[in-house]
């Protein structure tokens, strides 16, 4: 096993051309935790981080137990740690490409070659990408400057933080009434802005006026901020509505390049297409799994971090088994 002090300069210096068991594409929740499984069971893992979590502009995560509130910065500086007490490594950098060497077993070159950004090539023998997904909000103004503060998007993540307050919903342009009927359980002032969302459903009609939800047609232009707090919701129109909180359906887009490029299959969703993967995480290209929001938009916190543990489990067993297949063949031949 590696014995490195796990600083960041010693780890970029030393990973060029060293082949590992294990390369984890992605330093969040997912990817801490796989890498932290994999550690444990003795596998030489490699982290590689770009340094682009989704939920960076938010102070704190929710619904995460024995975590609840903290930093998510805090949390990855806790998951670098405790990773690096199990001699798994860490780098900052970006994989650009990953290359199969060969089928497993074949000649022995079984796994991918692995190129970074900055030039950096290293071998892995399996690959666990926790790229995790982009949110591209809609083109109003003043919502990217208040994104992760008074503009958000998950009740489970902000909604006690916030209950209470007057909301404000900017439909999804593909489930427009379906955020305002969740948040409603937060709050009993809740307007729903179609804004260029197509009228609900009759269904939905119904079920707003049952959840008290007023719903304001019309294209918005822009947010009202007062004392550095968001008072109301500026209409194309002029019209003024008067909101504190303003939740947003957005765009999700998976950073899923490294996955497309080696040929993962992938599937529809409402929310955009996704690679598919199996209950553990296995995609369709031998030898790569995928966990946290790379495979899904609704993947949590704790629900990315369960999911780099079952994938990092599967990848153990599957190099404990083409070892012992191995041995297998070598000594009946």
């Known amino acids: 096993m590696n014995e490195s002090t796990h600083t960041e300069n010693r780890n970029e210096r030393g990973t060029e051309n060293r082949t590992y068991d294990v390369v984890v594409v992605g ?84 796994g991918f070659t692995v190129t970074l950004a900055d030039g950096r090539m290293l071998r892995a023998r399996r690959l666990v990408v926790t790229t995790g997904l982009v949110d591209e909000l809609p083109e109003i103004d003043g919502v990217a400057e208040w994104w992760g503060r008074d503009v958000i998007h998950c009740p489970y993540c902000h909604g006690w933080e916030v209950r209470d307050r007057a909301f404000g919903v900017i439909a999804h342009p593909v489930m427009p009434a379906h955020q305002a009927l969740m948040v409603s359980q937060w709050s009993p002032d809740v307007t729903l802005f179609l804004h260029t969302a197509p009228e609900p459903s009759a269904e939905d009609a119904a079920r707003l006026a049952a959840a008290g939800v007023t719903v304001v047609t019309g294209e918005v232009a822009g947010l009202v901020v007062e004392d550095d707090r968001i008072t109301g919701v500026r209409m194309a129109d002029g019209r003024i509505v008067p909101r504190e909180v303003l939740f947003v359906g957005t765009r999700t887009v998976p950073r899923d390049g490294l996955l497309r490029a080696l040929g993962a299959a992938t599937h529809e969703t409402p929310f955009g297409e996704f690679v598919t993967v199996d209950e553990t995480g296995r995609t369709s290209v031998p030898g790569v799994w995928a966990a946290g929001n790379a495979i899904g938009a609704h993947e949590q916190v704790i629900n990315a971090a369960s999911g780099g543990y079952r994938a990092a489990a599967m990848v153990n067993a599957d190099l404990l088994m083409a070892d012992l297949d191995r041995r297998v063949a070598a000594a009946e031949g």
């Open 27 to 110: 330093g969040g929740a997912a990817g801490l935790s796989a890498a932290l499984v994999l550690g444990r069971a003795r596998r030489a893992t490699l982290v590689v981080d770009a340094g682009e979590p989704r939920n960076a502009p938010a102070a704190h995560m929710q619904g995460y137990l024995s975590r609840d509130g903290m930093n998510p910065a805090e949390l990855l500086a806790v998951g670098r740690r405790e990773i690096a007490a199990y001699g798994v490594e860490w780098t900052r950098g970006l994989v650009t490409a990953a290359v199969p060497d060969g089928p497993e077993g074949a000649d022995g070159r079984d």
